[in-house]
């Protein structure tokens, strides 16, 4: 297996991987390092999680280091991200770096003020990591030119399709020199990407890592068949386990919802989704990052290139639009080797729509039908489908109250109360902690307003009384408002 350096990697830059603990190339940085090093265009196909900023990057900072230093207003590398998130994530794996070769970097996205931008490629800036709407307003402005890039990079270009960014990315990539390196990476690669390999790269290199569609081996998927007014309390139940939990929805009014209503069940929970302000949306990420949230509830926009560490769980709380979502939303965990769990929700009447998803997806979910909304057997049901070795969760089954476990135990029993602390969440007594005003959580069903979305139905009686949660939700909520 090759080595970062036997690649061609830079001595300088491969002692930075080393102190990140990054030592082994994945299959597609091994697979398009070679090439890209050596100055050439590169097409590469990876799914999600499997290495593609390190496998632009490196090139990158490589190609560039010393040269010139960037002139005012004329970066000498372009990085374009379909999302801001994306952007400040590839901007955080490039400084290290870029320190090291001593190069310069700023983003350039929406959702913020741009005179902090502006100064930066003012001052001078050899990468620009953008994207392509501020990007074009700033060009447009007269604050910066195009015209001395050497090595243009294009990643998750797939998504930026979806999004129908390309006339925007045409028209970037159409001011960059003709002659300079062009890189792009791609979950999967189709018509529309095609068509910009054809306009844009010169006799690329093209490298596909893995299969477009085969799931990652060390993810397991789940397929819930719950009723209507069943899914609450399963979401609470399963974001409550240990561990850090991604719940997808497909509306931005139903995870600022499903976020509020995890709260006031005790789940430490932030929102992420287009109706947030650039600040609101890197406050919440970093808090999910840190464990101060144990849960993150989003739109789709973090379904693509949002790395955290060690999220052991991803439910879609609202099935995908299609199988391409799902595999990219299922991506948030089981990241470069480790093992997750993959959570489905499925109403009777989404049932099919699910099944068909899935083998699009070429996966085979083990389905379980949950028959009842009693909390009791949600809170015995939770850590079995995360460790996938408890008998309370059978598959093609359904789970009754009343039925005794295969050890003789009464599923409608009361569970006993969890104790201790949580992986990245504090202890009770903490930060926030108020001794004599650790009150329990509001009731859920006090919490509704009107008609509620379907995983924000009133929770049954038995779901109304929880266990006394580690991480108070009401200052935690009050902390997220300040």
Known sequence: ????????????????????AIETPTPIQRATLPDALAGRDVLGRGRTGSGKTLA????????????????????????????????????TALRPLAAAAGLTSCTVFGGVAQNPQVAA?????????????????LLKQGHCSLAQVEITVLDEADHMADLGFLPAVRRLI????????????????????????????????????????SPVGTMAHHLLHVERDGRLPVLVDLSAAPGRTVVFTRTKHGAKALARRLNRAGVPTVELHGN???????????????????????????????HVDDVALVIHADPPADHKAYLHRSGRTARAGNSGTVITLATTEQLGEVTQLARAAG??????RVASADHPILARLAPGVRSLTSPAIEPETSITPGQRTPAGGHRGAEPTPRTGTRRGRRPAGGRNHRPGRAAAPRPLAATARG?????????????????????SAATFSARRAR
């Open 174 to 213: 159409g001011q960059t020199p003709t002659g300079g390196q062009r890189m792009l990476f791609s979950a999967t690669l189709d018509k529309a990407i095609d068509t910009l390999v054809r306009q844009y790269l010169s006799r690329p290199a093209v490298h596909e890592a893995d299969s477009a569609q």
């Open 451 to 471: 008609s509620a979305p379907d995983h924000e139905a009133a929770a049954p009686a038995a779901a109304r009384t929880r266990s006394q949660p580690t991480h």
């Open 1 to 20: 297996m090759s080595s970062f350096t036997e690649l061609g990697v830079p001595t300088r830059l491969t002692d930075v991987l080393t102190r990140l």
């Open 276 to 306: 947030l302000s650039q600040g609101a949306r890197t406050r919440n990420l970093d808090d999910f990052r840190t464990g101060r949230a144990s849960a993150l509830v989003a739109t789709d926009i973090a379904a693509r290139g949002i």
């Open 56 to 91: 632009f990057l490196l090139p990158v900072v490589t190609r560039l280091s010393g040269g010139p230093r960037a002139r005012a207003r004329a970066p000498r590398a372009l990085i374009l991200a379909p999302t801001r998130e994306l952007a400040a994530q590839i901007d």
């Open 363 to 368: 996966i085979r979910p083990t389905t379980t």
């Open 121 to 137: 490629i003012r001052r001078g800036t050899d990468i620009v990591v953008a994207c392509p709407g501020r990007l074009e307003d």
